[in-house]
């Protein structure tokens, strides 16, 4: 399963982006799958911002984007977004979302650019 996302540019600080991530596989959702959107800037390691999923659609974020970003998904749970507000520099990074099923399915997407600067 590919997955793919949209989204990311080139935006001034403080400014808002939403990213989305879908599949490209005719069929699949993310029912059973927890979503985490990624995100890895130039010389460092790639760490998680948010995520959402079993158990009961829970959701939780990372203390660098918790209350700036907002993790969602749409009703039929074929896309998921990550919607950013109140862009800072140190957001800028490639930006990819992951889905996981119990470490046994896991699967990336190409990512996207997400610039912040003036």
């Known amino acids: 399963v590919q997955l793919g996302e949209s989204g990311g540019g080139l935006v001034q600080p403080g400014g808002s982006l939403r990213l989305s991530c879908a599949a490209a596989?005719?069929?699949?959702?993310?029912?059973?799958?927890?979503v985490r959107w990624y995100r890895q800037a130039p010389g460092k390691e790639r760490d998680w911002g948010a995520r959402?999923?079993?158990?009961?659609?829970?959701?939780d974020y990372a203390d660098a984007v918790r209350g700036r970003f907002t993790i969602s998904e749409d009703n039929a749970k074929t896309t998921v977004y990550q919607q950013m507000d109140n862009l800072k520099p140190e957001d800028t990074a490639v930006y990819y979302c992951n889905a996981n099923l119990a470490s046994q399915y896991d699967y990336w997407g190409q990512g996207t650019q997400v610039t912040v600067s003036s």
């Open positions: 959402i999923g079993p158990p009961d659609t829970y959701i």
């Open positions: 596989t005719s069929g699949f959702t993310f029912s059973v799958y927890v």
